[in-house]
């Protein structure tokens, strides 16, 4: 599978960004998909996960939590994340990636997931 990731731009502190993660190939529905954060210096961080038919893992860090929501529409092949009263310290390169055999444990680590889109800058100002 191939994943694009899209949205990102640059905000104001409070404001809200859609991003969106096209993917292309078969069976989208069946992958796990992750979305982390890099932000300079920093390591890839977990920000959130939900996964594929069959399981119902959808869960967002803490650090996000009750601000950042995910979804997905696999008849688009899309996964989406809707990230509202942003912070300067979400600024970020934003990932998404896919997976098929995660266990659940193991899907907040990023190199657990085989694939990966290529990031899409979120930069929030003060």
């Known amino acids: 599978v191939q994943l694009q990731a899209s949205g990102g731009g640059l905000v104001q502190a409070g404001g809200s960004l859609r991003l969106s993660c096209t993917a292309s190939?078969?069976?989208?529905?069946?992958?796990?998909i992750g979305w982390f954060r890099q932000a300079p210096g920093k390591e890839r961080e977990f920000v959130g996960v939900?996964?594929?038919?069959?399981?119902?893992?959808?869960k967002v860090a803490e650090s996000v939590m009750g601000r950042f929501t995910i979804s997905r529409d696999n008849a688009k092949n899309t996964a989406s994340l809707q990230m509202n009263s942003l912070k300067p310290e979400d600024t970020a390169v934003y990932y998404c990636?896919?997976?098929?055999?995660?266990?659940?444990?193991?899907?907040?680590?990023?190199?657990?997931?085989?694939?990966w889109g290529q990031g899409t800058q979120v930069t929030v100002s003060s």
């Open positions: 939900i996964s594929g038919l069959g399981r119902s893992t959808k």
């Open positions: 990636a896919a997976d098929r055999n995660l266990i659940t444990g193991l899907m907040a680590i990023p190199n657990e997931y085989d694939y």
């Open positions: 190939g078969r069976s989208f529905s069946s992958y796990t």
